[in-house]
């Protein structure tokens, strides 16, 4: 069965600082894989998605997540971390030729000054 | 700006009611997806529509029911409410091909007494 597990539920980093998500599915072919955003009381804004070609995909606000198939992994980063990046973050991995995706129960971010 | 509407923003229902809540698809898009967030986790899906029919179903009794209208806007109605549907319900838009984008509205935070 196809699932998605982000092992970390809350990170504290402070502003400027680097920052990785990770992010590991389970999938018996080849996934599309996301990172969605959700700040409190709002829904999902899409970071970006994976469906082949070059592992590194690049995303909106200075984001970008590497696929790595022998880890299972969709890792997300950033360099540098702003407050306004306080949020959840949630991967999900797409079901192919269903449209339906299976999401991960998220990370919380919280970002000090 | 996704685009996605949907309505109401809150609502408040008592165990055994029945409940409807409604979206408004991002233009252009046919194909609509619901989806619950309890508190503290990920999304899960409910169901999706395509061109007015069901076309996918997640692990939810049929006490869940949807509707699809000839401009694309969606329905969710839940019968005989229980304490556990209380809940943020999420709908998303998406074009026709499995690898476009899911477009979030901000949500209907139901809860249930």
């Known amino acids: 069965a196809q699932s998605v597990t982000q092992p970390d539920i809350h990170i504290t980093v402070s502003e400027g600082a680097s920052l990785e998500l990770r992010c590991n599915y389970s999938?018996?072919?080849?996934?599309?894989l996301f990172w969605y955003v959700q700040s409190p009381g709002q829904g999902l804004q899409l970071l970006l998605k994976?469906?082949?070609?070059?592992?590194l995909v690049q995303g909106i606000k200075g984001f970008e997540a590497e696929f790595k198939r022998s880890q299972s992994s969709f890792n997300l980063r950033k360099p540098s971390v702003h407050w306004s990046d306080a949020a959840e973050y949630f991967c999900?991995?797409?079901?192919?030729?269903?449209?339906?995706?299976?999401f991960g129960t998220g990370t919380r971010l919280q970002v000090f000054p | 700006e996704t685009g996605v509407t949907q309505s109401p923003t809150h609502l408040i229902k008592t165990r055994g009611q029945q409940v409807t809540l409604r979206c408004s698809s991002q233009?252009?898009?046919?194909?609509v997806s619901w989806y619950q967030q309890a508190l503290g986790q990920g999304p899960q899906f409910i169901f999706q529509y395509y061109r007015e029919e069901e076309n996918g179903r997640g692990n939810f009794p049929p006490r869940f029911s949807g509707l699809q209208f000839p401009n694309y806007s969606s329905e969710l109605n839940v019968n005989a409410l229980e304490l556990d549907d209380s809940a943020l319900y999420l709908c998303?838009?998406?074009?026709?091909?499995?690898?476009?984008?899911?477009?979030f509205g901000p949500g209907t935070r139901l809860t249930v007494l």
């Open positions: 999900a991995v797409g079901a192919y030729n269903t449209d339906k995706l299976i």
């Open positions: 999938y018996g072919a080849t996934p599309y």
């Open positions: 994976y469906f082949s070609g070059d592992t």
């Open positions: 998303a838009s998406s074009g026709t091909a499995v690898t476009d984008t899911q477009y």
């Open positions: 233009s252009g898009h046919n194909t």
